[in-house]
């Protein structure tokens, strides 16, 4: 991602946050595919990195390089959006490489290490053990000290520059990114209380901060690569920070079932969960059919209609529309009711909503914003799509997609025979991963996983080649 055509410093670091976002990317998929291959062969690697680790390197690889993809889309979007270089530029760059180093001392610790004393050296240098935000507690600090950092750079910036409303929401949603973080720092005896605490950083962290920030990269991408108006954009982002950080934090309560709150959360939870997706896919549908109607008046004028200006990334974005209603609404809707939860909670149907979930509502407009970059540096008037760049958005998505679906009946035969036939028992367990629908779940699982890793292989490809199919318009 070379920078030889930025102006901006600003957009300079972005391309570092986003090169090093696509390697730990990269990271996460090969570690998504050694836990897959050992469901299918337990054996593979056994002593070297076991399952539990490859795990754990596969859930984190995948928060950090999105983490690392965040925060390179405001450094990108912040001069466009203000007017202005950013503010404090030398800092931004100090902690990228502190970001960047302590992430590398962790997966280390991880691999080298595994497993500590059990102890509070273990808690504070190797793991703290809490299921996807296992990261020791020095480094948990370290990335709270680069992100407030961070925060003080866009607040800093936001408030010297011009102000747009996609900058106010991401200057709230930002201080909300690193405060509800601290949830998950601290560690109680009672694991009710503690598994309390926990879920507002593995839901409300997730589901509410970071989809108000999606919206407004997408609310961004939208006016840069079509021309879409601001004042719409701009509308449904003030919606979505409304029902999403108040259905966010009441739809979390749809986790609670299972450790001991008052039985209101349930119903509370399962209702606002599902309504999270909404505001951004009424964003899209709304700028689409206004820019669709605004093609079709300059066809009927005899005028060539606005030209999308980077395909790649608006094929992302889109992905993005579908696969977060898909993988947050429709998968997750799945198993919020406490009725049905009863039943899939901790089943493959979680993994399944996992994976479409993340992939549909994050990963997808984060590639998106990382051509949007690549375009910006290369100098490229309007960004085409390859062969590389198609390659790489079907077998993605439909890598994803087909592991959803493995993971989808995978789900049902956890669902029909370890909870409702042999009522949740080790036995129950046992039979229900040893039998046909199960195995062959997971064997498909492991397929669509390397059909995904081969796309990536793809995207990075055309990330690498890109120059080559610019259209520059005079």
């Known amino acids: 991602m070379a920078s030889n055509h930025l102006k901006w410093e600003s957009k300079q670091l972005a391309t570092w946050y986003f090169t090093f976002a696509a390697i730990i990317f990269g990271a996460q998929l090969l570690f998504g595919l050694i836990a897959a291959i050992q469901y299918v062969m337990p054996g593979f690697l056994f002593e070297i990195v076991d399952f539990s680790i490859a795990r754990i390197l596969h859930i984190n690889a995948l928060v950090v390089w999105m983490v690392f993809a965040m925060i390179g889309s405001v450094y990108w979007l912040l001069p466009d959006e203000t007017g202005i270089e950013t503010v404090g530029i030398k800092i931004g760059k100090l902690l990228f490489w502190v970001f960047a180093a302590a992430i590398v001392v962790v997966v280390l610790v991880y691999l080298l290490v595994q497993v500590g004393p059990a102890d509070e050296t273990t808690i504070w240098f190797i793991t703290e053990g809490r299921e996807y935000i296992e990261a020791p507690r ?6 709270v000290v680069v992100v407030l950092g961070f925060i003080g750079n866009l607040y800093a910036t936001g408030m010297k520059g011009k102000p747009t409303g996609i900058v106010t929401v991401l200057m709230a949603d930002m201080l909300a990114f690193a405060g509800i973080y601290l949830a998950g720092m601290f560690f109680t005896d009672n694991i009710s209380v503690d598994q309390f605490w926990w879920w507002w950083v593995i839901h409300l962290w997730v589901e509410a901060t970071w989809e108000v920030f999606v919206g407004a990269i997408a609310a961004y991408g939208l006016i840069t690569m079509i021309g879409a108006h601001r004042k719409v954009v701009e509308m449904w982002l003030w919606i979505e920070v409304a029902m999403l950080f108040g259905s966010g934090i009441l739809g979390m309560g749809h986790h609670y079932f299972w450790i001991g709150t008052p039985e209101y959360w349930w119903e509370i939870g399962a209702l606002f969960s599902a309504l999270e997706p909404l505001p951004l896919v009424a964003m899209f549908i709304h700028v689409l059919y206004d820019w669709g109607k605004q093609q079709g008046a300059a066809h009927q004028r005899g005028e060539e209609g606005s030209v999308i200006t980077n395909k790649p990334a608006f094929t992302w974005f889109i992905l993005q529309a579908f696969g977060n209603f898909l993988g947050a609404g429709v998968w997750g809707f799945f198993h919020t009711l406490p009725q049905v939860n009863l039943y899939t909670h901790g089943t493959q149907f979680t993994s399944a909503h996992g994976h ?23 100098g490229i008037k ?7 760049s198609i390659a790489a958005a079907w077998m993605i998505a439909g890598g994803v997609m087909g592991m959803t679906v493995a993971l989808t009946i995978a789900g049902y035969v956890d669902v029909i025979v370890t909870r409702a036939q042999m009522g949740a028992t080790w036995a129950g367990y046992f039979d229900g991963h040893s039998g046909m629908w199960m195995l062959q779940g997971m064997d498909w699982r492991l397929i669509m996983g390397v059909v995904t890793f081969l796309g990536f292989l793809f995207l990075i490809k055309d990330f690498l080649s890109t120059g080559k199919n610019a259209v520059h318009i005079r």
């Open 382 to 388: 309007v960004l085409k799509h390859t062969k590389s």
């Open 138 to 143: 020095w480094a948990d600090i370290g990335i």
């Open 356 to 378: 479409l979930a993340f992939f549909g509502a994050y990963a997808t407009i984060l590639i998106g914003m990382m051509y949007v970059a690549i375009q910006g540096s290369n």
